[in-house]
């Protein structure tokens, strides 16, 4: 239990950590854009020390955003959520381990609740493969990506029927979310961890 009540401090740690890394990064990102849309003089010490640190840092994903038909001063905001999106899936991670290890010191101390917790990570699985779906749908290429094909084996039995009941809103597909919440009520019915 020392481990977890450890492990769980460590999170906490690491949550506090990206949060002033997401305030600096969104002070830098600010400060450049202001630079590149020329609200600070371009002149400036703060201009040249963007130019001369900050935008070799800025050139790939300013690549990525005038590539999808974007304006190159809007490249240190993509940056920005690239950081936000990028933290909250490290502390999404490191959450999932903490409740894998949870499960593991549970399946440990009674281990008649072993198959209880393997289907719980059953359970655990198919919604990391939900998400990494969702994600791998904003990208060009997600679907045939080596990375992402595991998600859509796992998933497309679930979710193969509820696009033919459910029909689309928009352009927005809401079958993930209908099977993600069908998926969490089957495992509190079932009182799986």
Do not use: H, N
């Amino acid at each position: 239990m020392r481990a977890l009540a450890a492990y769980a401090a460590f999170v906490d740690y690491v949550r506090i950590g990206l949060l002033y890394v997401g305030i600096a990064a969104a002070a830098i990102c600010a400060t450049d854009w202001a630079v590149r849309t020329r609200r600070l003089s371009p002149f400036g010490r703060v201009a040249r020390f963007m130019r001369v640190r900050i935008d070799p840092a800025m050139r790939p994903v300013e690549g990525i955003v005038v590539r999808a038909g974007g304006l190159p001063s809007s490249a240190p905001w993509w940056a920005l959520v690239a950081v936000a999106v990028i933290g909250i899936l490290l502390i999404t991670l490191l959450q999932f381990v903490g409740s894998l290890l949870g499960q593991l010191v549970f399946a440990a101390a009674e281990p008649s609740r072993l198959p209880l917790v393997i289907i719980g990570w059953l359970f655990s699985l198919l919604k990391l493969a939900i998400i990494v779906r969702v994600v791998a749908s904003w990208i060009p290429m997600g679907r045939v990506a080596r990375w992402t094909r595991w998600a859509f084996f796992l998933t497309e039995w679930m979710l193969a029927p509820l696009r033919r009941v459910i029909p689309l809103i928009g352009m927005i597909d809401i079958t993930p979310i209908i099977a993600w919440l069908g998926l969490s009520l089957l495992q509190s019915l079932l009182g799986i961890p």
